[in-house]
Nanobody, 117 residues
């Protein structure tokens, strides 16, 4: 069973930055086979995809965050990251990490990001 733990959320002013982390319980060799994704969800709305990185390092972003967010993966530490810059009010949400290993998805518990002045 793969466990994911997100961290790095918090309260930030508009225009500010946060870096989220997604620590997995896997070894580096297993982690290197994973695809890591970030999703977010606000109350009353469906969970939406934010960004993803394949095990080959290919990245993709939702249009709403393109140019502001950067997804990365540290294979040595079995940890994924989401660098969020120029945050906006509408980025406020619970952010979830999702890892895909051999077509099996695993989710973390989420971390709250609040953008407020």
């Amino acid at each position: 069973q793969v466990q994911l733990v997100e961290s790095g959320g918090g309260l930030v002013q508009p225009g500010g930055s946060l870096k989220l982390s997604c620590a997995t319980s896997t070894s580096a060799s297993v982690y290197s086979s994973m695809e890591i994704e970030w999703y977010r969800q606000t109350p009353g709305k469906r969970r939406e995809w934010v960004a993803s990185i394949t095990n080959g390092g290919f990245t993709n972003y939702a249009d709403s965050v393109k140019g502001r967010f950067t997804i990365s993966s540290d294979n040595a530490k079995s940890t994924g990251h989401l660098q969020m810059n120029n945050l906006k009010f509408e980025d406020t949400a619970i952010y979830y990490c999702r890892a895909l290993l051999i077509d099996t998805p695993y989710w973390g518990q989420g971390t709250q990001v609040t953008v407020s002045s």
